[in-house]
């Protein structure tokens, strides 16, 4: 599915919700720490963000892994610190999906079905199973799990009437959040939104004036300056931004039938690109916008959910390096099951203890000091090559060995 801009907002806490000045409330909700990434006296991998308290960082990305009851419930026992459900709309009849509907590209480039995938494709859309539907399973999971963050994600075409009204009914089912992506260009709904600022800024407009829940706004990649709709997203008052959505692609195509790939009765259109793949681009992406988080939205409140490639702790690492407060998984999930929490939080953990972090607020952001400009590097490295010339130690040329300094002139040039 072509990317959309999504909004997220917080989630449930017995502590009082972060609110923006004149804002919205979540539903006060209490978060057990069951589940994976719980145990005493180890690293804590709880996170508190926009007054949602979540036993672990680790989000369900809105996705088939959010698509119904029975899979959101398995993500809520597996231990996920928040699900985001499928994206939903007001007509899922206007949905119509086609099969096949995913592509893969593995590691092998003549495509061994024994070598790793690193890249997968969808040209699926939103949901689309009935709003009502969705809606009474949010109700029942809210039943069920009353102290687990459930997101909804909502995405309408572009009137105003029709956001509101979603927003209004996906509200009344409990969800604490929203996660609002902009997809299915054709109908103005989705990249139409996410890449077109002016438009971007009504339709955020709306939804802000609207929610009673937190937002967070998520981004597509698929333009030049991923700050640009990320602020236009924070001015209006969304309080979070995700990112990344797919990334527009062209899988492949048939060399034997000429056909592109994944090909429905011999056609395709471009889809969504995720998985490993994108992990390096998704970072680059979250590392922009929590600059401009950092830079431009000081007063604090302002959330990042970052998604793209996410299959490991480490993976997860790199992105809360950067600043990110929670961390989202679709495709993983697609292809190593619920299960995966797991083995994501043992690894996190893993890596805190390496280095003595007894929360995430421990290292969040911690890398993200260290991106500068090329000129900057151009700079810095012309002063370090004149700061160890200058203390370089060792001989410069084979005349200048001495009888009586010799073994402290080999000692010298000892790497240890
Ligand atoms: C099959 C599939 C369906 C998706 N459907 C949605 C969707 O309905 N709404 C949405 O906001 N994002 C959707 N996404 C995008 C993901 O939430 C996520 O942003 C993207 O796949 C990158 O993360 P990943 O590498 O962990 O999958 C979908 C992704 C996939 C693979």
């Known amino acids: ?56 960082p680790f989000v369900i990305g809105s996705g088939p892994p959010g698509t119904n009851y029975t899979v959101m419930k398995r993500a809520f026992d597996e231990g996920w610190g928040g699900v985001i459900a499928k994206t939903v709309s007001l007509d899922a009849g206007k949905v119509i999906n086609v099969t096949p509907r995913y592509a893969r590209l593995r590691a092998d480039p003549n495509g061994s079905t024994k070598s790793p995938i690193i890249g997968w494709q969808n040209i699926e859309l939103i949901s689309d199973r009935p ?39 996906v509200e009344e089912s ?5 996660s609002c992506p902009h997809g299915m260009p054709e109908r103005k709904m989705g990249a139409a939104v996410g890449q077109d600022c002016a438009l971007l800024e009504e339709v955020s407009g709306w939804i802000n004036e609207k929610a009673t829940v ?11 300056d991923i700050t640009q709709p990320s602020r236009i997203a924070l001015k209006s008052g969304s309080e979070g931004i995700a990112a990344i959505n797919t990334i527009m692609s062209v899988m492949g195509i048939d ?50 959910s970052a998604i793209g490639g996410v299959e490991t702790g480490n993976d997860a690492a790199e992105f809360i390096l950067l600043g990110a407060d929670t961390v989202q998984v679709c495709t993983g999930v697609m292809m190593h099951g619920y299960g995966l929490v797991k083995k994501l939080c043992t690894e996190l953990q ?4 390496m280095h003595d972090f007894s929360s995430i607020e421990d290292f969040r952001g911690a890398s993200l000091p260290y991106f500068t400009t090329h000129t900057d590097l151009v700079q810095r490295q012309k002063e370090a090559i004149k700061q160890r010339k200058a203390i370089r130690m060792g001989l410069q040329s084979d005349k200048d060995w001495t009888g009586d300094g010799f073994v402290k002139e080999t000692e010298s040039m000892v790497s240890n």
């Open 1 to 56: 599915m072509e990317s959309l801009t999504l909004r997220a907002s917080p989630s449930s806490t017995a502590s009082p919700l972060l609110r923006l000045p004149g804002r919205r409330r979540a539903a006060s909700v209490r978060v057990s720490a069951s589940g994976a990434g719980a145990g005493a006296g180890e690293p804590d991998l709880s996170v508190t963000v926009n007054g949602l308290k979540m036993p672990n």
């Open 131 to 169: 709003l009502e539907t969705m809606l009474n399973e949010f109700k029942q999971l809210k039943k069920e799990y009353p102290d687990r963050i459930l997101i909804g994600s909502i995405m309408e075409e572009y009137n105003k009437a029709a956001w509101h009204e979603l927003i209004e009914r």
């Open 174 to 178: 409990g969800v604490i959040n929203f």
């Open 214 to 224: 937190p937002v967070w706004s998520k981004m597509t990649p698929n333009i030049t």
């Open 255 to 304: 060399l034997k039938t000429l056909r592109p790939e994944p090909c429905v009765e011999g056609y395709s259109t471009p889809g969504g690109y995720s998985a490993r793949a994108v992990h390096p681009i998704a970072l680059a992406k979250v590392m922009q916008i929590a600059r401009l988080i950092k830079e431009e939205f000081p007063e604090g409140g302002r959330s990042l």
């Open 350 to 353: 893993d890596f805190m203890r």
